[in-house]
């Protein structure tokens, strides 16, 4: 069994900063290629950041405003989202896989958090 906690979410004005944290417990952390994915009203969910042990890989919309990260001590994923628009309102979900290997898929991925809600204002 693998448990993921998303935290971090809030309200916050066009240009300002927000870290997301993804809490991870069950099974070794640093083992899973972790991700982010995120949902906006009336949008499918698409992916956002992933990371392995190899590097990270971003969504294009978000390349340059975006650092995914984790601390394998604490076994937490970080979302460090800058810039932010009103278009990155959204859920974001924290998700792993039940390898260490990169995917964008959303179906590839086997273990998903609650979410947590982001909304940017004008």
């Known amino acids: 069994q693998v448990q993921l906690v998303e935290s971090g979410g809030g309200l916050v004005q066009a240009g300002g900063s927000l870290r997301l944290s993804c809490a991870a417990s069950g099974r070794t952390f640093s083992s899973s290629f972790m991700g982010w994915f995120r949902q906006a009203p009336g949008k499918e969910r698409e992916f956002v950041a992933g990371?392995?042990?190899?590097?990270?890989y971003y969504q294009d919309s978000v390349k340059g405003r975006f650092t995914i990260s984790r601390d394998n001590d604490k076994n937490t994923l970080y979302l460090q989202m800058n810039s932010l628009t009103p278009e990155d309102t959204a859920v974001y979900y924290c998700?792993?896989?039940?390898?260490?290997?990169?995917?964008?898929?959303?179906?590839?991925?086997?273990?998903w958090g609650q979410g947590t809600q982001l909304t940017v204002s004008s």
């Open positions: 998700a792993a896989r039940g390898s260490n290997f990169y995917s964008r898929r959303t179906d590839e991925y086997e273990y």
């Open positions: 990371l392995s042990r190899l590097g990270a």
